[in-house]
């Protein structure tokens, strides 16, 4: 059974050190575990799909946060090895998938992509764990996917949110420990 793995967010704003939402170190640590398990799902003929907020200057998300991610900046660009891969791989099965919102689902054509591949199961990995990684699940879950983590490949902005979501996503979401 062919999966889909969704990294979520993986842009310099929220993972570099000069980031404007960085997750800091907690964030720095999942780029090499994240780029082996985009590796491996290649490698297994697995669909890969960067989903990556993608803001327009005016975005009313900046209302609650503070500018980021907006289309064409440094900012909104993948970490440099994950933009590697990339742009090494980008094709059938390897996606960049822009979004304004946390859910990676949202106003998007993903659902309608994950379908047509006859995909039933995703993994969700990227940041912020209790942001845009528990609502990317939560929008897998109301589909009807069966939705695996790793908290190994999540951070967020305190440990406290990621220990939280992890634990959530598993109470409400169901969602398989890989
Ligand atoms: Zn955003």
Redesign the pocket.
């Known amino acids: 059974m062919q999966r889909a793995l969704i990294v979520v967010d993986m842009s310099n704003d929220f993972i570099a050190d000069d980031g404007v939402l960085t997750c800091g170190s907690a964030g720095q640590a999942t780029v090499q575990p994240i780029l082996q398990a985009v590796q491996a799902a290649y490698d297994h003929g697995d669909f890969i799909v960067f989903a990556c907020?993608a803001?327009a200057i005016d975005d009313p998300?900046f209302a609650l946060?503070t500018t980021?991610?907006v289309v064409g900046t440094y900012g909104a660009k993948l970490v440099a090895d994950l933009q590697m891969f990339y742009e090494n791989h980008k094709g059938d099965r390897v996606r960049y998938l822009p979004k304004t919102k946390y859910d990676a689902f949202f106003e998007t054509d993903l659902a309608k992509w994950l379908h047509e591949q006859g995909i039933r199961e995703v993994i969700v990995c990227g940041v912020c764990t209790s942001i845009c990684c528990y609502a990317t699940a939560s929008g897998a879950y109301y589909r009807g996917y069966e939705v695996y983590i790793d908290p190994d490949l999540m951070a967020d902005l305190t440990p406290e949110a990621h220990q939280f979501a992890i634990q959530h996503m598993q109470d409400v979401l169901k969602v398989n420990l890989l």
């Open positions: 907020d803001h998300e946060w980021h991610c």
